[in-house]
């Protein structure tokens, strides 16, 4: 879906400038799946500075009333979109639930952890789209829970393509605060990159299983 612009561009200054996005095209990290990566993303690092979190929590809400209406329940995506998720929830003054990776082996044995009721219209909070295999995982556990997904939101996307066709697979829309292409955009603009780095962004970004291999 189309992205407000200046948001954007805004959320994606405050990723680099509190370091929650390091750009090193010429010292990749290694992500867990084995792919080389020019950038390294942790969004958690947004709570800790509150004027951030604040913008980052009223741009969730507004691309919620913008793109999905007023869901009845909000969800996040453990573990990453747990506090998000309930800023949300709290700043919509809606009731907030969150889905574990998997249901628990004790107790109650339960996936999703909150009150909601069969039928309730939720969107879904998440952290970060990668391939986007954890928020279907979540999606799934909550259409099994008899709720009616509306809609998934981040803050922040790769952009790859594998990620939307996952998430048409399963006819679940997605929406996020900012991507790659603006984090790029910005962060040339603001020098944390040269343009000599530029190609090997992009290229990372089509192809990221076999960058720099």
Known sequence: MILNKDRA?????????????KLQPTEPFTWASGWNSP??????????????????????SAVISEHFGKPDVIAGVATGGIAQGALVAQELGLPFIYVRSSAKGHGMGNQIEGHYEPG???????DLISTGGSSIKAIEALKDGGLDVKGLVATFTYGFKLAEENFEAINCPFVTLTNYDYLIEQALKKKYIADKDIESLKDWKEEPESWLK
């Open 9 to 21: 561009l805004k959320v994606a200054e405050f990723l680099l400038q509190i370091k929650a996005v």
């Open 39 to 60: 950038i390294y993303c942790d969004n958690r690092i947004t709570l800790s500075f509150p004027n951030i979190r604040t913008f980052i929590r009223q741009g969730y």
């Open 120 to 126: 309730q219209k939720v969107v879904v909070i998440e």
